[in-house]
């Protein structure tokens, strides 16, 4: 095996090219070094991309933040700015293991882990997150929403990266939440996880929702009928019934022995239905 | 297979050391370095006995490679004692009784110190989720977290 730093993104896509899928990127290694320790993955070459310029860094942009790839859990929910405006995305990256893990994990490998459980993604995909991607045909930008494409399967290109991941600006009565079952208070991964964000009206009504949910099928879901559910009303019963209705119908989890198919499927809406509910309050103590 | 040249801080001294490309920080540590502090409980993130900190933050360092040590500054549980006097933590971890075998303790020590490094009145219940990652067979969590606030209590200055 080789081990390189690379100085910068663009070398670390051409060694991701040249390795034709031998070489890994290394993040917080808390996925990738516990997959090389059981001999799941064997990379040829390791490139670690947290030398590269930007990497670190938060920064702020049109009003959002672009959070880059190497920015581990613990810093992000250092960072008063992200806090205040996506705090649903902090809580998700914020559930993921230990302190220790937290002093290394981040959104990025999280999200390229590619797990349907992964707790950063729910909420990055509610908040309608975009991750910028860096290969040999130059950079383009995609919804995080459309980067995973099955379980430990992505929508990269060979000799691709993600860089960073833009948070967007959001109008001022607007807020997010996400929740996750899981057997104990700490340490373990999601049975069911919900996460919403929402938009209020001058009236305090519901404008603008998006729901996503995770370990409820192969990948994170965005339920767009479970947002139509509720958008227009102010979480009445009846909104929040219609809620729980849509994504109990988005569903198709595994049976195991953490958790059976209706189990996951009746806590993934009582979990929207909450998330909903915190949002809905962070949002209106906003105004 | 090439080797790495390192170079790094361990508790303030710069020290360098060869390791293969796949080699723990927590390997080279021990077995490079030296400091055998830092324990192999389970090397995959979960027990927290290879606890250290790596540019300030407490990290796994059974999941951290050797390599990226390099130009980093690592702190581990040698570092806390100073000449022949131990760190209030370590004293307080004697004196309640909080280690039977010790396999946690270097772990949970390096863990406590930066947590109360953050926080130095840290609640019952911030301990015990800040240490969530740092896994106990023997002596049990109640008396370490008891070591952990009698210790803080010192360190501000409130008793004895
Ligand atoms: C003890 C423990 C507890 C955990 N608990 C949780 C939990 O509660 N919830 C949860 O969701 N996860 C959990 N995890 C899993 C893991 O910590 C997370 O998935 C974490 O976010 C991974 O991030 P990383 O930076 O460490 O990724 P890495 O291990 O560095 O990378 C993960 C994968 O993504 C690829 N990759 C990384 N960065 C990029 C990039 N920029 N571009 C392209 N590919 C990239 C890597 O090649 C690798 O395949 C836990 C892990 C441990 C060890
Ligand atoms: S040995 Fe590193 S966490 Fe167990
Ligand atoms: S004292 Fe033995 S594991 Fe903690």
Redesign the interface.
């Known amino acids: 095996?080789?081990?390189v730093?690379a100085q910068s993104t663009a070398e670390a896509a051409r060694l991701l090219a040249e390795s034709g899928g031998a070489a890994r990127v290394?993040a917080?290694?808390?996925d990738l070094?516990?997959q090389?320790?059981?001999g799941m993955v064997e990379p040829a070459t390791?490139i670690?991309i947290?030398k590269i310029p930007g990497m670190m860094e938060i920064t702020e942009e049109d009003g959002g933040y672009r959070i880059g790839a190497g920015v581990?859990g613990?810093m992000l929910g250092e960072h008063a700015g992200v806090v205040a405006l996506w705090p649903g995305v902090v809580e998700g990256c914020e559930l993921i293991?230990?302190?220790?893990?937290q002093?290394?994990c981040t959104m990025v490998g999280n999200l390229c882990n590619a797990s349907p459980a992964a707790d950063s993604v729910p909420p990055m995909v509610a908040a309608n997150a975009v991750a910028r991607i860096e290969g040999p045909d130059g950079s383009r930008d995609v919804p995080v929403a459309d980067i995973p494409a099955g379980p430990g399967k992505l929508n990269l290109k060979p000799g691709e990266l993600i860089t960073s991941i833009f948070l967007p600006a959001r109008p001022k009565r607007a807020s997010d939440a996400y929740l996750r079952f899981i057997p104990r208070t700490?340490?373990d991964i999601a049975v069911a996880s919900a996460a919403v964000s929402l938009e209020l009206a001058e009236d305090g009504s519901i404008a603008h929702a998006r729901v996503a949910l995770g370990a409820v099928g192969p990948k994170v879901a965005l339920v767009e009928d479970a947002a139509r559910a509720i958008e227009g009303t102010t979480l009445d019963d009846a909104a929040l019934d219609a809620l729980m209705a849509a994504c109990r119908a988005a569903c198709s989890p595994i049976n195991d022995k953490r958790g059976t198919v209706e189990f996951r499927t009746q806590v993934a809406g009582v979990l929207a239905k909450r998330a909903a509910l915190i949002a809905k309050d962070r949002a209106g103590e906003k105004q | 297979m090439k080797k790495i040249h390192v170079t790094t801080k361990v508790n303030g001294d710069e020290v360098e050391f060869l390791c293969p490309p796949e080699e723990t920080l927590l390997d080279a540590l021990r077995d490079r370095l030296g400091f055998s502090g830092a324990k192999e409980g389970c090397g995959t993130g979960d027990c927290g006995a290879c606890s250290v900190t790596l540019n300030g933050r407490l990290v796994c360092s059974c999941l951290v490679l050797g390599a990226e040590a390099e130009g980093a500054e690592i702190s581990t549980v040698e570092g806390l004692a100073h000449g022949g006097e131990l760190h209030p933590l370590q004293q307080s971890f004697i004196d309640n009784a909080a280690l039977q075998c010790g396999i946690c303790t270097p772990g949970i020590l390096v863990a406590a110190k930066a947590l109360l490094e953050r926080n130095p009145d840290p609640s019952d219940s911030e301990i015990r989720y800040w240490l969530a990652g740092n896994l106990c067979r023997c002596t049990g969590y109640d008396k370490i977290i008891k070591a952990v606030k009698i210790a803080a209590a010192e360190m501000r200055g409130e008793t004895a």
């Open positions: 095996m080789q081990f730093t290394l917080g290694g808390t070094l516990v090389m320790k059981s390791i670690d947290k581990p613990q293991g230990s302190t220790q893990v002093g290394r700490e340490m």
